[in-house]
């Protein structure tokens, strides 16, 4: 399986925007680029995903290298409910287990007042 | 509309005792699986239900556990002889239709198992 690497953690001011580094130099051409968060005393929830292009949502952007090695997740204005442990996750489409989420120790990410 | 729900939310039990953890799926979602997580680490994957059926256990650590998802919606994992290295949070998470990679998986709040 292609591997992630992600910072263990980062902080932030609230309203201010926050990029969420992840590389992941071993991807193959048809991984998709997944990210989940795991809010304290929570399951993780779904973030975003993408597989070439750049993709917005309500939550979040992800920004996604040209040569796919690396990507960012970047939340707009962050608020003390994004204090959480985000986890980038890379989906392999043709794998008969893409089902399996595969987690690293994703970055914890904490929001200062 | 309801999330997934595990009961209990916390469970302690003596090494050696038997233990049964219960998911309730989002309605409708035929997928299901079961994740660990220990302390300080992501989720590790152990077991992937398609409806009733067990389509992946690679992830179950030994025969001690065992999960069942008798009529394709509840899933109950079940750990005998208990030993302190299950002490995790046990988190189940389900979805729609056949899993796939654009399958977002809704996660339930975790059990969290601790054997003394």
């Known amino acids: 399986d292609a591997k992630t690497t992600q910072p263990n953690s980062m902080e932030s001011n609230e309203e201010e925007p926050v990029h969420l580094p992840c590389n992941h130099s071993?991807?193959?051409?048809?991984?998709?680029i997944h990210w989940y968060r795991q809010l304290p005393s929570q399951g993780p929830e779904y973030v975003i995903h993408?597989?070439?292009s750049n993709v917005n949502n309500r939550m979040a952007s992800l920004a996604i290298a040209e040569d796919r090695k690396s990507s960012t997740l970047i939340l707009h204005r962050a608020t003390l409910r994004d204090a959480a442990v985000y986890y980038c996750?890379?989906?392999?489409?043709?794998?008969?287990?893409?089902?399996?989420?595969?987690f690293g120790s994703g970055t914890r990410l904490l929001v200062r007042p | 509309g309801a999330g997934v729900s595990q009961t209990p939310s916390n469970k302690v039990t003596e090494k050696g005792k038997y233990v049964e953890l219960r998911c309730d799926p989002i309605?409708?979602?035929?997928?299901l699986y079961w994740y660990r997580q220990s302390l300080g680490q992501g989720p590790e994957f152990l077991i992937y239900?398609?409806?009733?059926?067990?389509?992946?256990d690679s992830g179950l650590p030994n025969d001690r556990f065992f999960a069942v998802r008798p009529e394709g919606s509840v899933s109950t994992l079940k750990i005998q002889r208990t030993e302190r290295g299950d002490s995790a949070v046990y988190l189940c998470?389900?979805?729609?239709?056949?899993?796939?990679?654009?399958?977002?998986?809704?996660f339930g709040p975790g059990t969290r198992l601790t054997v003394l």
């Open positions: 998470a389900s979805s729609k239709g056949l899993a796939g990679v654009w399958n977002e998986q809704f």
């Open positions: 071993t991807i193959s051409g048809t991984d998709y």
């Open positions: 993408g597989l070439t």
């Open positions: 996750i890379l989906r392999a489409t043709w794998m008969d287990s893409s089902y399996k989420l595969i």
């Open positions: 309605s409708g979602h035929t997928a």
């Open positions: 239900f398609q409806g009733t059926g067990a389509a992946d």
